[in-house]
Structure formats: C-alpha cells, structure tokens
C-alpha cells in the first residue's frame, strides 16, 4: 500500500511474513516511514502448519524469526488460534519488549493456547513454561471492543490512552478493535493512520448465522483492506444444514453401532459442536443417554472461557441460559484429564466398539489426543469421523478427507475403514458470500484491497470476484 501523508511526511508500506500465500503463519506488518525514521506495527505471528511449516527443499522450517523487530512499536493480536499466535514466543524470544494488544478475551486465552506448544515444541517443564507465559502476560493490553486507543510511535508520544474522540497526530496512530465473529475474543483490526485513511485487517473473519457469536460487522471506512480468503472459492452449508446433517450421521452411527470422532480446534470449533448437540438432546433430536465425550484439557479450558464471557455470546445463545439451558455445560458432556483416564476410554472403545461421540483435539488430526482415538478406530467400519473445518494440504486430516484407504499415525501404517465426513457449515471462516457482504459493507475509503491467508485457488477466485464488483 503505498499512501502518503501531504501534511505529516508519512509513507506506509505492508509487508508480509507469513500468511500472504497460504492459510498458516499469518504474520503481517504496517511499516510507517517518517520523516526517515522508520516504525512498524505488527499484526499477528503465528506458527505455520501442513505444508506451510515446510520449505521449498521439504524441510521443516525454523521457528525463529528471520524478520528484524528493533523498529516495532506494537504487536496486535486478532485472535488466539496458534497459525496466528504461535511463534510469539520466538518473538520474545528475540528481544521484542513492546506490548501486545488484543482483547480481554483474547487475553485470558492466549496463555491457554500457548502452553501446549510450549511444552510439546520447546520441552519447557511447568515452570519454566510459566515464567515464559508471565512475561507474556505482563506485555499484553487489554483494548475492549469499538474504543479507538493510541500507539505511540515515538518515546515522546503520549503513553496509551482512551478516547472515542481522538485525533491522529504524526506522533502516533490509532487501533480499535471490533468483533470479527471467528472464535471467542477474536477481532478485525482498524488502524488510523496520520493522515486519517484507515487500515483494516481482517484476521479471520465468522460466517453468519451462527448461534454462538454475534456476525461480524462491516467497518465503515476502509482505504486499504487486507482481508482473508481461506474459503474464498466456496459456499458454507447453512446451520439449518450442518444441524440436520450432524443428526443423520449421529442417527446411522447408532445404528451400526461405533464410535463419532469429531477432531475440533479447542478454541472455537468445539464449542459451535457442543452447542448443537445440546440443542439435538434438548430437542429430543437423538438419544439423550448417549455419552459426549470432550477429551481435550486445553478444550475444557477454553469452554470455561466461553461461560465466563457470556456477555459476546449471540441473542440465540444468551436466550438459552436465561431458558435455564446450559448450552456449553449440560448433563450428558463428559470431561477427560488425565492422560490415564483418555488412555483407559481409547481401550475401552477399541474393545466394545460402543456408541458415542468423541470431541477432541487438534482439529486437523496433526497432534493432539484425537491421534489415539484414530490409530484405534479407524479400522473399524462401525467408526464414524466427521471433518468440521478446514483441512491444511501435508496433514492427517486432509489424508482423510481425501478418502486415503490408508494412513500414518505415529511412523505406524494404519487402515481407513472408516466412514469420513466433511462439514463445511461448522467452519469458524466466513465463506465466498460472507467475506464478498463484509466488503461490500464497507461506504467509505478507497478500499484497496490485498487478499491473504488462503491457498491459491481460493485467493485468485476471490480477487477476480472483488475486482469485478468494484468496477
């Protein structure tokens, strides 16, 4: 984006490192130029995974970052799934002191997701991993949603303050957060630049309708707009869709009798999964006697989160509590958290093959307990595995959804004789129509728009459909 400021000396350019062209490691950067002084404000560092996490020789990639950041002001955070959050350490890491501004809820969540990785990438001990996570903490600011908040970008600049009546100075910017409908405290970023255009990342944006969170809201100015195009070449099922379609698979695999494996991102995905099915027993929709199993400590976590900020809940969903219902925390859920007792229930199922539905992490199979519940089940045709996100090319779960009749699980061969469902309607991304509305929302600014975070397809469908309608 090349715009310049006539009256404060100011060019601004984006960069990108990570996340430009594919769905992984989103990672951009607003750089400012002024007055031969250069500032950047970064948004997002995650990790990348599937094939992202590989270069062109087919190695994995370094975790460091290959960036400098000695010119950084800022680090925003648009939600807390780890492709946009994951390499924060490694930035730290590097001596990136500044803060961090994201959410409250986001704020809450971004340690839950963090010590995972921390753990299994790292090898940190409890301790060692906390102190990682304080530091963490102790960098992050809080902004609530639709309340404009100063970056500073020079040691002059007034420190971080509060006001829907601010003005931008050469001195600094301004950011406000507003909800971007993904998972719980996730956010599309506006950034006021000196010359009063604004930026807009969209990090990832929600579909409509859904029953748990509130839809994104276009912004009303947007001179530059960096939007993402994960689904950018397809039409999500509806949730009237996707209910009806998780009751069918849920019917006929008490039928034959076996277990439902859903692989489910703990922060977002499982908690749209949880919601309907409590809708479905409620309802009297399948047997209310059948046990939902969420194995997932950092799901459970997360859950918790989602009850406490009721408050960003949708209409539909806060209807709910005030009914008496407990759409997140109903009777039938049944939590696991020792490793002992997940170990004992994968055997158990193994052995009985008795009906039930299974919740767990990592929603692309690329780790996680859901791993040992497949190289258990898989084999079995009574086994019932439903796909509700999207699947990144080099991991298991795409294998899956491409029908694979074999797969590797812990350097292990193992045969597919499962049954394998995709459901794009539990899809946290908004889909081609979704991401077109949000544009279209947009009354103001010159909207330049830079499509990132999808694959080629989807990106290249999406930028011939936005060139078209801004014709």
């Known amino acids: 984006m090349p715009t310049q400021s006539q009256n404060s000396n100011i060019d601004i350019t984006l960069k990108h490192h990570g996340g430009k062209l594919g769905v992984t ?33 087919g190695n994995d990639k370094k975790l460091d970052i290959e960036f400098p950041i000695s010119h950084l002001k800022a680090l925003i955070l648009t939600h807390t799934h780890i492709d946009h959050i994951g390499r924060l350490p490694w930035l730290l890491a590097k001596g990136f002191k500044q803060p961090i501004y994201c959410t409250p809820a986001t704020a809450e969540l971004v340690p839950l997701m963090l010590d995972d990785g921390l753990k299994l990438q790292l090898g940190l001990n409890k301790g060692q991993r906390e102190r990682v996570l304080e530091l963490i903490r102790k960098q992050i600011k809080p902004i609530p949603y639709n309340q404009w908040h100063r970056i500073p970008l020079s040691s002059r600049s007034s420190s971080l303050r509060s006001s829907s009546s601010l003005k931008t100075s050469p001195s ?65 099922d509806s949730v009237e869709t996707r209910a009806k379609r998780l009751q069918q698979i849920i019917e006929r695999s008490l039928q034959d009798g076996g277990a439902i494996i859903i692989p489910a991102f703990s922060v977002g ?105 497949l190289e258990a089940l898989l084999p079995d045709k009574r086994t019932d595995i439903i796909l509700a996100g999207y699947q990144a090319h080099g991991t298991l779960g795409r294998d899956l959804q491409c029908q694979k009749s074999r797969v590797w699980i812990d350097n292990q061969s193992v045969e597919v004789n499962a049954q ?25 600014g010159r909207k330049e728009i830079v499509v990132v975070h999808g694959e080629r397809e989807a990106r290249e469908v999406l930028e011939k459909i936005l060139d078209a309608t801004s014709c």
């Not at 950067?29 to 990348?48: A, Q």
């Not at 209310?288 to 950092?298: E, G, Q, R, V």
């Not at 459901?423 to 908004?430: D, E, I, Q």
């Open 25 to 57: 490691g989103s990672c951009h950067e607003l750089r400012i130029h002024r007055n031969g002084t250069k500032h950047g404000i970064l948004i997002d560092c995650g990790l990348f995974q599937g094939k992202d996490a590989k270069d062109k020789n």
């Open 172 to 236: 600094y910017l301004l950011l406000r957060f507003q909800p971007a409908g993904h998972i719980l405290g996730s956010a599309y970023v506006e950034i006021k630049l000196p010359n009063n255009e604004i930026v807009v990342f969209s990090g990832d944006l929600g579909p409509s309708n859904t029953p748990l969170l509130p839809d994104p809201i276009s912004p009303k100015r947007a001179d530059l707009l960096v939007i993402e195009s994960t689904y950018g070449n397809k039409i999500h």
């Open 269 to 373: 995905r499982t908690q749209e999964l949880l919601f309907d099915i409590e809708h479905l027993i409620h309802h009297n929709k399948i047997d209310s006697k059948i046990p939902i199993i969420l194995d997932s400590p950092l799901a459970n976590k997360v859950t918790k989160q989602y009850r406490r900020f009721k408050k960003l809940w949708s209409k539909e969903a806060k209807t709910k509590l005030n009914n008496q219902r407990h759409p997140l925390n109903f009777e039938q859920c049944i939590t696991i958290e020792s490793h002992k007792e997940h170990i004992q229930v994968v055997n158990r199922l193994k052995s009985t093959a008795e009906p039930c539905i299974i919740v767990a992490a990592s929603g692309m199979c690329a780790g996680g307990r859901v791993m040992n519940y």
């Open 420 to 444: 394998i469902h995709t459901m794009s309607g539990y899809s946290a991304h908004a889909d081609q129509a979704d991401l077109i509305k949000f544009v279209e929302g947009i009354e103001e």
